[in-house]
């Protein structure tokens, strides 16, 4: 079990950026893949990137790829994405979600099984 908290969203002008945390808690984390998902209004819960805390082996998705950048702390046992370059496109109430470590590093918001209560990044154009 891993308990998220995420913070850093707010409200930008296209072309800035963010930094989004997401502070875990929980035992055996190391075990786990770790996964920023984003959902807009009337829209389905999509991938952003993903970690995989033991390997640090990474994934993005390819709207944000170049632009994002996952990493982690293992002091602090954070997760951070940092957003570049956002484009109003990028308006999302933003998840930080883990998994248990499978063979490979899940893109499906439903393999994964510990949410953050999400994050609002506004931006306008």
């Known amino acids: 079990q891993v308990r998220l908290v995420e913070s850093g969203g707010g409200l930008v002008q296209a072309g800035d950026s963010l930094r989004l945390s997401c502070a875990a808690s929980?035992?055996?984390?190391?075990?786990?893949?770790m996964g920023w998902f984003r959902q807009a209004p009337g829209k389905e819960r999509e991938f952003v990137a993903a970690?995989?805390?033991?390997?640090?082996?990474?994934y993005y998705a390819d709207s944000v790829k170049g632009r994002f950048t996952i990493s982690r702390d293992n002091a602090k046992i954070t997760v951070y994405l940092q957003m570049n370059g956002l484009k109003p496109e990028d308006t999302a109430l933003y998840y930080c979600a883990a998994r248990t470590t499978s063979w490979t590093i899940s893109i499906r918001s439903n393999e994964y099984t510990d949410w953050g209560q999400g994050t609002q990044v506004t931006v306008s154009s």
């Open positions: 970690i995989r805390w033991r390997t640090n082996s990474i």
């Open positions: 929980g035992r055996t984390f190391s075990s786990y893949d």
